[in-house]
C-alpha cells in the first residue's frame, strides 16, 4: 500500500520539465527579439540581453563575506552565461528574468542572493487575467556555492549541478526542479518546498534548521537515492537523508508520505545493524513493512502457512486413521497423492495459523510443537497485520 509512486512520479516530472524548458526557450527567443518588458522590469544595460563566455565576476581570491563585491538592485533579462565564473559577490535586490547559468562556477569564496528574484510570474500578454508566464531561471551544469536568503526561486531548474555547502534561507522554493545533480550539505531555513521536485540526485547531507516551518505539501517529491559506495557510512548518510525528509512530512502533517520515507529510511538503517539487530529489523520489514505496509503481512501469513503445511507432511499427520509421513521422495510418490495430502496439511496449517482448530487431519504427537508455534505465530501476524492497516486507515 504505497502512497507514492515513484515510477510514475519520473515520467511526470520528466514531461514537466520538457513543458517548464520550452516555456523557457520560447519567452526566451520572444523577449530577446523584441526586448519589450512590462514597466515593473528595467533591463540593466550592461548585463541583459547579453551573451557572457567565460567572464568573470567577482574578485578571484577567496575573501570573507565582508570584501564581497556588492551588485544592488539591477534587472539582469534574458541572459546566458557560458562558463563564467561568479567568485566572492554578493547580489542584492536584483532580479535575474530568464537567464542561463551553462557549466559556470559559483565558488570561490560563495554567492550570495539576498532578496533576489528569479522568477517572472505575471504575463505580459493580453488577456492577461488567471494567466501566467512562470518565466524562470536554468542552472544547468554548475558548480554551486551560495546562501540564497529571502529569495523567490519559483520554478527555477537545476540540471547536472553540483551543489555543495549550500544554505537556502527564507526563500520560496516552490515548484523548483532538481534533476541529475549532487548535493553534499544543503540547509533549508524556513522555505517554501511546495511542488518541489528532486529526481534523480544523490545526496550527502541534507538538514532543516527551521525557526519556524518550512513547508511542504502532498506534491513535493524527494526521489530514491541510489547508491554509489554501498558502504555502511553511504548507507547511514542516506538513513539520515530520508529521515530528515520523513519528519518534514509530519511536521506538516503530510502523514502519507511520512509514511512512505519512513519506510525508507528503516529500510536503509537496517543495512547499517549489527547482526542481531539486523535480523530483528528484516523480521520488521518482512512481517509489516516497519508499520508501513498491511500487505506485507499478508504475504508472510500465506508464506507461514505454506511453509508449516510443508513441515506437517515431513513431521507426519493424521488423515482418516492413517499416518502421512514424507521424509524423502521416493519411488512410491505419486503427484496426485501428495497433492490430496499437501491439501489436508495446508487445511491444518490454516487451522492453526488462524486457531481454529482442526478439521480432517490433525497432527501426530510429534508434530504438537509445530502446531504450537504456528498458532502463536497466528496470533503475532493478526495483530500485526491489524495494527498496521489500522494505523494506515486513521491517517
Not at 503427484?335 to 486457531?355: P, R
Request: glycine share 6%; proline share 2%.
Amino acid at each position: 500500500m504505497a502512497y507514492i509512486n515513484f515510477k510514475e512520479e519520473r515520467v511526470a516530472l520528466k514531461n514537466q520539465l520538457s513543458n517548464r524548458n520550452n516555456n523557457n526557450e520560447k519567452l526566451f527567443n520572444e523577449i530577446r527579439n523584441t526586448k519589450n518588458m512590462s514597466v515593473n522590469y528595467n533591463p540593466d544595460k550592461k548585463y541583459s540581453f547579453k551573451d557572457f563566455k567565460e567572464t568573470t565576476f567577482g574578485k578571484g581570491r577567496v575573501k570573507n563575506e565582508e570584501e564581497f563585491e556588492k551588485i544592488n538592485g539591477i534587472d539582469i533579462i534574458c541572459t546566458t552565461f557560458d562558463k563564467c565564473k561568479f567568485h566572492n559577490i554578493k547580489f542584492q535586490d536584483c532580479k535575474f528574468i530568464g537567464c542561463y547559468f551553462n557549466k559556470c562556477s559559483l565558488n570561490g569564496g560563495g554567492v550570495i542572493f539576498e532578496n533576489c528574484i528569479f522568477i517572472k510570474e505575471e504575463t505580459d500578454k493580453l488577456p492577461s487575467l488567471n494567466k501566467n508566464d512562470n518565466f524562470s531561471c536554468t542552472f544547468n551544469g554548475c558548480d554551486i556555492y551560495s546562501r540564497f536568503y529571502n529569495c523567490l526561486l519559483n520554478y527555477v531548474i537545476f540540471d547536472n549541478c553540483n551543489v555543495k555547502d549550500t544554505n537556502f534561507e527564507l526563500s520560496d522554493m516552490s515548484s523548483v526542479i532538481i534533476i541529475n545533480s549532487y548535493l553534499s550539505k544543503i540547509t533549508f531555513k524556513d522555505v517554501d518546498l511546495s511542488c518541489f521536485k528532486l529526481t534523480k540526485t544523490y545526496i550527502e547531507d541534507l538538514d532543516f534548521k527551521d525557526k519556524f516551518k518550512s513547508k511542504i505539501d502532498e506534491k513535493t517529491f524527494f526521489d530514491k537515492i541510489e547508491l554509489k559506495k554501498g558502504t555502511r557510512n553511504e548507507y547511514e548518510g542516506i538513513y539520515m537523508v530520508y529521515e530528515t525528509v520523513a519528519d518534514k512530512f509530519k511536521e506538516n502533517e503530510i502523514k502519507n508520505n511520512f509514511g512512505e520515507y519512513y519506510f525508507l529510511a528503516k529500510k536503509t538503517q537496517s543495512k547499517t545493524l549489527r547482526p542481531l539487530p539486523r535480523i530483528g529489523a528484516l523480521i520488521n520489514w518482512i512481517s509489516c513493512g516497519f508499520g508501513e505496509r498491511p500487505l506485507y503481512a499478508i504475504y508472510t501469513s500465506i508464506g507461514i502457512m505454506l511453509i508449516f503445511a510443508i513441515a506437517y507432511l515431513i513431521v507426519g499427520i493424521e488423515v482418516d486413521s492413517e499416518i502421512i509421513k514424507y521424509a524423502f521422495l521416493n519411488n512410491r510418490f505419486k503427484l496426485s497423492t501428495f497433492i490430496f495430502d499437501f491439501n489436508e496439511a495446508l487445511n491444518l496449517s490454516v487451522g492453526m495459523f488462524a486457531g481454529i482448530g482442526v478439521n480432517n487431519a490433525q497432527p501426530i504427537p510429534d508434530a504438537y510443537f509445530l502446531a504450537n508455534i504456528e498458532t502463536c505465530i497466528g496470533v503475532i501476524m493478526m495483530g500485526v497485520g491489524i495494527g498496521t492497516l489500522t494505523k494506515k486507515l486513521v491517517r
